[in-house]
């Protein structure tokens, strides 16, 4: 069977199913994905170095926002 985000198990019942890969250099790219749904990707084009973050509401699971950190540029 297939699960959220592609996780080997499903989620207990009133948890969220998510997925979040950190990539590898500028090789492959971070993604972050929520509920089957994916928020941030190279795909998307919403990603870049440092740290890349969606912010979700924990209770309705509603994407507020997603940003990202250049810890290196400072």
């Known amino acids: 069977p297939r699960h959220k985000c592609g996780n080997q198990k499903s989620c207990p019942q009133n948890h969220f199913a998510f997925k979040i890969i950190s990539g590898a250099a500028n090789v492959v790219g971070p993604s972050i994905c929520f509920e089957d749904l994916v928020l941030m990707s190279s ?3 919403n990603i ?6 969606a912010l979700v509401n924990g209770t ?15």
């Open 60 to 74: 309705t699971g509603k994407l507020l926002k997603t940003d990202i950190f250049d810890m290196y540029s400072g």
């Open 43 to 45: 795909v998307k084009n």
């Open 48 to 53: 870049g170095r440092g740290l890349n973050i």
